[in-house]
């Protein structure tokens, strides 16, 4: 059983931090390939970053690498999205998503479930 829940979402000025936070309160997690995603109104979803089960291999979308890190606690069962140096551009919803089987991870189809969103919003 998977069931993703995300927290940490909130306001902050353009060029702040924030870290959000994806708990899987269902019994696996450690053998999951995670994502995070986001989705602006009236605009597709957004692959931003993934991590493979075991934390050993990251990727990250070109507009986020250097700024946002992607890292997780399999013991918590919770993921983890550090963003720095946030713009007005970040304001979205922000999802987390879990991989179940297949190899891709930078596409919506990719993942088999997903949380119901964290509201991100960047002030100028």
């Known amino acids: 059983q998977v069931q993703l829940v995300e927290s940490g979402g909130g306001l902050v000025q353009a060029g702040g931090s924030l870290r959000v936070s994806c708990t899987n309160s269902?019994?696996?997690?450690?053998?999951?390939?995670m994502g995070w995603f986001r989705q602006a109104p009236g605009k597709e979803r957004e692959f931003l970053a993934a991590?493979?089960?075991?934390?050993?291999?990251?990727y990250y979308a070109g507009s986020v690498k250097g700024r946002f890190t992607i890292s997780r606690d399999n013991a918590k069962k919770t993921l983890y999205l550090q963003m720095n140096s946030l713009k007005p551009e970040d304001t979205a919803v922000y999802y987390c998503?879990?991989?179940?089987?297949?190899?891709?991870?930078?596409?919506?189809?990719?993942?088999?479930?997903w949380g119901q969103g964290t509201q991100v919003t960047v002030s100028s």
């Open positions: 269902g019994r696996t997690f450690g053998v999951l390939t």
């Open positions: 991590i493979s089960w075991d934390g050993g291999t990251t």
């Open positions: 998503a879990a991989r179940s089987r297949g190899v891709g991870v930078g596409e919506a189809y990719d993942y088999d479930y």
